[in-house]
């Protein structure tokens, strides 16, 4: 098993440019998130997914857009991407317990 | 508002004692709470997970308590080794399997 895994890893975009993270697990797992992570704090939840089809938002989601056509795959798209989300990402992956499985994270620095 | 948090952002021991790490909570109704660890460039892994209906859970030289009376929940590493140095968070469930996580400490070890 892979477990989750985060493309691409290192991202420097401009103001103003799209991209999409892409996060596939094979785990078969229901429920995958997204969280970004900024210096010194914790994770926020952007979006999370509790199954194929289903999405809904978290904590900070303005600027962010998901789907869940399948149940391995959750990315993550920018839709014009602002300064603000220079962070790391983080997906996560799990059943329906506390225990997440993250990705290695991918570092976006929008200039 | 509601929030997860840690008292120290920071916590050193020497290699070989006890670390306690400590984490408040504030919304009364979390009935579900995880430790994760986070090493340097990865993304956090589970450590041990508690229900309200306990007060204390063990792991492998793990431990966490929780006391719902003052909304404080610990987690005691026994015998910290270098591989112990990491940042931990503590994390909350909050409805539909989201995870709220607090700000995180960063445990160094002392050889």
């Known amino acids: 098993n892979a477990g989750v895994t985060q493309t691409p890893k290192f991202q420097v975009l401009k103001t103003g440019q799209s991209m999409t993270l892409q996060c596939a697990q094979d785990m078969n797992h229901e429920y995958m998130s997204w969280y970004r992570q900024d210096p010194g704090m914790g994770l926020r939840l952007i979006h999370y997914s509790v199954g194929a089809g289903i999405t809904d938002q978290g904590e900070v989601p303005n600027g962010y857009n998901v789907s869940r056509s399948t149940t391995e795959d959750f990315p993550l798209r920018l839709l014009s991407a602002a300064p603000s989300q220079t962070s790391v990402y983080f997906c996560?992956?799990?059943?329906?317990?506390?225990?997440?499985?993250f990705g290695e994270g991918s570092r976006l620095t929008v200039l | 508002g509601e929030s997860v948090g840690l008292h120290l952002p920071t916590l050193s021991v020497q290699e070989g004692d006890n670390s306690i790490i400590n984490c408040a909570y504030s919304n009364s109704a979390s009935d579900y709470f995880i430790w994760y660890k986070q090493e340097s460039g990865k993304g956090p892994q589970f450590i041990i997970d508690i229900r309200s209906n306990m007060d204390k859970r063990q792991g492998q030289r793990v431990t966490v308590l929780l006391n719902k009376t003052v909304k404080h929940l610990s987690l005691q590493i026994a015998a910290t080794q270098p591989g112990d140095s990491a940042v931990y968070f503590c994390a909350e469930i909050r409805g539909a399997q989201k995870l709220v996580f607090g700000q995180g400490t960063r445990l160094t070890i002392n050889p």
């Open positions: 996560a992956s799990h059943r329906n317990t506390g225990e997440l499985f």
